[in-house]
T-cell receptor, first 115, second 114 residues
Framework: GAVVSQHPSWVICKSGTSVKIECRSL??????MFWYRQFPKQSLMLMAT?????????EQGVEKDKFLINHASLTLSTLTVTSAHPEDSSFYIC???????????FGSGTRLTVV | DAKTTQPNSMESNEEEPVHLPCNHS???????IHWYRQLPSQGPEYVIH???SNVNNRMASLAIAEDRKSSTLILHRATLRDAAVYYC???????????????FGTGTLLAVQP
């Protein structure tokens, strides 16, 4: 079945630094990928939609200059949290949908802790 | 986006069937009903989806009301590994090559007792 690999699974960084999270579709081409954020005991909140070769579409209230998304190939999307602060600490999850599929495949998530 | 309503939590005993309800009274004619589940500290996992007819797969069954305003996810024999948050989500039809996003509600936290 379709597999999405997300890396790293957890990261601790200092306040003010940037962190990059990778999302790869391993056995299919993902024309569209999605990035979510999840705080403890809350549901997933969609941050942005990433389309291969074009600019990401951000949801209302999500700072595009803070959360940089790049989808340079059909198998890789990256989310960079720039100038991270403790309030950016969260569980970040990506998902992908291959062409013609109705089900979405999710990565295993990245636990970001900013100290 | 059409909304879904699910109970916050449910309990089940191991090896017994579980019926997880979902109301979606504002569903449009082209919305698919998707179910995903999320185990602790993991990304969501696809469970099943349907449009009008009931659906079965190796994980679960999906029963869709005739008016499509509600649906029920059925786990035939719950195991401890089925303890998770279950999300019922409506997904619109894909047009022009675009891919519709999934908007998650609060879901149902299923506890399975041994």
């Amino acid at each position: 079945g379709a597999v999405v690999s997300q890396h790293p699974s957890w990261v601790i960084c200092k306040s003010g630094t940037s962190v990059k999270i990778e999302c790869r579709s391993l056995d299919f081409q993902a024309t569209t990928m999605f990035w979510y954020r999840q705080f403890p005991k809350q549901s997933l909140m969609l941050m942005a939609t990433s389309n291969e070769g074009s600019k990401a579409t951000y949801e209302q209230g999500v700072e595009k200059d803070k959360f940089l998304i790049n989808h340079a190939s059909l198998t890789l999307s990256t989310l960079t949290v720039t100038s991270a602060h403790p309030e950016d600490s969260s569980f970040y999850i990506c998902s992908a949908s291959g062409t013609g599929e109705y089900g979405y495949t999710f990565g295993s998530g990245t636990r970001l802790t900013v100290v | 986006d059409a909304k879904t309503t699910q109970p916050n939590s449910m309990e089940s005993n191991e090896e017994e069937p579980v019926h997880l309800p979902c109301n979606h009274s504002t569903i449009s004619g082209t919305d698919y009903i998707h179910w995903y589940r999320q185990l602790p500290s993991q990304g969501p996992e696809y469970v099943i989806h349907g449009l009008t007819s009931n659906v079965n797969n190796r994980m679960a069954s999906l029963a869709i009301a005739e008016d499509r305003k509600s649906s029920t996810l059925i786990l035939h024999r719950a195991t401890l590994r089925d303890a998770a948050v279950y999300y019922c989500i409506l997904r619109g039809t894909v047009y022009g090559g675009a891919t519709n996003k999934l908007i998650f509600g609060t879901g149902t936290l299923l506890a399975v007792q041994p």
